[in-house]
């Protein structure tokens, strides 16, 4: 009898034995919903880096400089002035992206259009943080990109009267001031917008009126220009924006 009682103890500690041994905690699969995502998302260009210097897009608007990345490897997008389509390949783990073609007219583009698509198809690789995409067609330049949501989340706006119109080169309508304190200063606040709103009006007033935009708390840079370039500004007004640019105009 006692030898029976031992052979179904052994028997039942080989099973439970065996039980823990196959057991096989479930898997915890990796949470993604987190991670920034490339496909089906509207890229807004904000800029051309060069040598760690930005530069906006000339002539630009929310319906310019853009791209559409889709889940079936084609593209879409739009120059300065032409739609663009294409398709293009990406490898995630190694970072490496390339548009394999690039369809669209070159009709009546501005130099910044044609320089976005020639580096459109120079790209060699991405880096993607949160809301923002970095294509790099060199080791040191790319085009800056973000989610046009955040350009309005955080989008503010600004008018003022220019002092000393020697202050600013004007190109197109873009200004470029001579001041590299007050460039160093724009290029901080995330600036990506700064022109004449009126150039053709007779009124003097407002031909020598600037508008500035900029990803940023635009109360925040307002009082940093009245307290730092009041030789160059005055008269300075702001606003933020909600949901849409306030102005269309610009």
Not at 83 to 94: H, M, V, W
Not at 136 to 154: E, Q, R
Not at 161 to 167: E, K, V
């Amino acid at each position: 009898m006692k030898t029976l009682e031992k052979l179904i103890l052994v028997v039942l500690a080989l099973s439970m034995g065996t039980s823990c041994m196959d057991f096989v905690p479930p898997r915890q699969e990796p949470d993604h919903s987190h991670e920034p995502v490339l496909t089906e998302t509207k890229w807004k260009l904000t800029g051309f880096v060069t040598n760690g210097n930005i530069k906006t897009p000339e002539s630009d608007s929310d319906n310019r400089y853009w791209l559409l990345f889709n889940e079936d490897n084609t593209l879409e997008g739009r120059s300065s002035t032409n739609e663009l389509s294409g398709s293009y390949e990406i490898n995630a783990q190694t970072s490496s992206l390339r548009i394999t073609s690039l369809g669209g007219t070159r009709a009546v583009e501005y130099p910044d259009g044609s320089f976005f698509v020639d580096s459109l198809r120079a790209v060699r690789s991405f880096e993607l943080q949160k809301d923002t995409l970095k294509l790099y067609y060199s080791k040191t330049d790319y085009l800056l990109f973000n989610k046009p949501g955040d350009i309005v989340g955080y989008y503010g706006y600004l008018y003022a009267y220019i002092n000393d119109t020697t202050s600013v080169t004007r190109v197109g309508e873009q200004l470029i001031s001579n001041d590299k304190n007050l460039n160093d200063a724009l290029k901080n606040f995330n600036v990506f917008s700064f022109k004449y709103p009126f150039p053709k009006v007779t009124d003097e007033y407002l031909r020598r009126t600037a508008a500035i935009e900029c990803n940023c708390d635009i109360e925040a840079l307002a009082e940093f220009l009245e307290k730092n370039f009041s030789k160059y500004f005055s008269d300075i007004e702001y606003g933020q924006g909600g949901e849409g640019h306030p102005d269309s105009n610009f």
